[in-house]
């Protein structure tokens, strides 16, 4: 167990062992993590967990809700903790079932403390990493929401590989006012190249749209707008 980042770590323990229970929690305490336990799933599923990096231990068979339903529940709640199971009385098709549903690891009891260590390690890593994409992600969409309209009809047609004169062109501006809004919606995003600006449009998951005119003095404007998001009613989507 690396010991970075130790006090920032939960630990959850799901088994109706309370010696288990008991043994895991001085193995990890000891080591300066914070340890939650439970006697079911039903408990845990009561209890109202921080936002923290975190992993949770889980026992297979436990009364009512078992380990392997309570993964099917968290997964369907969109609630992503890895999970490591420990279980007594496992097999190969119980094992193959956890680890294709999102499992760290499937360990036998008596468990092995480095096996346990050495995969809520992991469990620990893969949460630390995914709070952090999750993090960025939710700052980005909120620097993309900073923007304004031109700024994402400029971002839309330059992310497309329109020149900039081309872009100015499209949207009835000049080249050097698609300058300015190009270095100020890659000032607003934190983009350092156009490489880096295209990889943000493709992470936020956006979809250029295009206005149709309602007469011959409009031009045709694209805006980007996140993907899942339908169209306005006097939009359809277009190909750049």
């Known amino acids: 167990m690396q010991p970075k980042c130790k006090s920032a770590s939960l630990i959850y323990v799901v088994d109706d062992d309370r010696d288990v229970r008991a043994g895991v929690s001085r193995l990890f305490r000891s080591m300066g993590l914070k340890v939650v336990t439970f006697g079911s799933s039903t408990d845990f599923l009561k209890y109202k967990r921080p936002e923290k990096t975190s992993c949770?231990?889980?026992?297979?068979?436990?009364?009512?809700?078992?380990?392997?339903?309570?993964?099917?529940?968290?997964?369907?709640?969109?609630?992503?903790?890895?999970?490591?199971?420990?279980?007594?009385?496992?097999?190969?098709?119980?094992?193959?079932?956890?680890?294709?549903?999102?499992?760290?690891?499937?360990?036998?009891?008596?468990?092995?403390?480095?096996?346990?260590?050495?995969?809520?390690?992991?469990?620990?890593?893969?949460?630390?990493?995914?709070?952090?994409?999750?993090?960025?992600?939710?700052?980005?969409?909120?620097?993309?929401?900073?923007?304004?309209?031109?700024?994402?009809?400029?971002?839309?047609?330059?992310?497309?590989?329109?020149?900039?004169?081309?872009?100015?062109?499209?949207?009835?501006?000049?080249?050097?006012?698609?300058?300015?809004h190009r270095h100020n919606v890659m000032k607003k995003l934190g983009a350092r190249s156009l490489p880096e600006l295209v990889r943000m449009a493709d992470s936020l998951g956006l979809v250029c749209q295009g206005h149709i005119p309602t007469d011959d003095n409009h031009r045709i404007g694209l805006v980007l707008s996140p993907a899942g998001h339908p169209p306005n009613k006097d939009t359809v989507p277009v190909r750049l």
């Open 56 to 180: 949770l231990i889980l026992d297979v068979r436990l009364p009512g809700l078992s380990g392997l339903e309570l993964q099917a529940e968290l997964a369907k709640a969109a609630v992503h903790i890895p999970l490591v199971f420990i279980t007594g009385y496992g097999d190969i098709p119980m094992s193959v079932k956890a680890i294709k549903a999102g499992a760290i690891d499937f360990l036998t009891k008596p468990v092995r403390e480095r096996d346990l260590l050495e995969a809520v390690r992991q469990a620990l890593e893969r949460d630390r990493a995914k709070r952090e994409i999750d993090t960025k992600g939710r700052d980005l969409r909120l620097r993309f929401q900073a923007l304004s309209s031109r700024e994402r009809q400029v971002m839309s047609l330059v992310c497309s590989g329109l020149p900039n004169k081309k872009a100015g062109a499209q949207i009835g501006v000049s080249e050097e006012t698609v300058k300015v």
